[in-house]
Nanobody, 118 residues
């Protein structure tokens, strides 16, 4: 059974930090690129960061460059999103997605809520 389970969300003050985790099971994690998305209330889902299968290539949306870091540990079947200097506009449900390049097969987690507020 394929599962992606996000954790680490919560309430944080502006300027604070959080680290999100996404634990994968039921498929060959190291064969999938991984992405973090977010969906703020009333807005469309947005791609935040992506990482290649081996972790050597990462990409970020401009609004988080220099503040967010995506990483993965293939031995632990886990992808992370380290978020620093958080702003209120980062408030959203954060989702991870596993994506297999050659055929487009993808799996989604159910999300974890991040609230940035004082």
């Amino acid at each position: 059974q394929v599962q992606l389970v996000e954790s680490g969300g919560g309430l944080v003050q502006p300027g604070g930090s959080l680290r999100l985790s996404c634990l994968a099971s039921g498929f060959t994690f190291s064969s999938y690129a991984m992405r973090w998305y977010r969906q703020a209330p009333g807005k469309e889902r947005e791609l935040v960061a992506s990482i290649s299968t081996g972790g050597g290539t990462t990409n970020y949306v401009d609004s988080v460059k220099g503040r967010f870091t995506i990483s993965r540990d293939n031995a632990k079947n886990t992808v992370y999103l380290q978020m620093k200097s958080l702003k209120p506009e980062a408030t959203a449900v954060y989702y991870c997605k596993a994506w297999r390049l050659y055929d487009g097969l993808e799996y989604w987690g159910k999300g974890t809520l991040v609230t940035v507020s004082s």
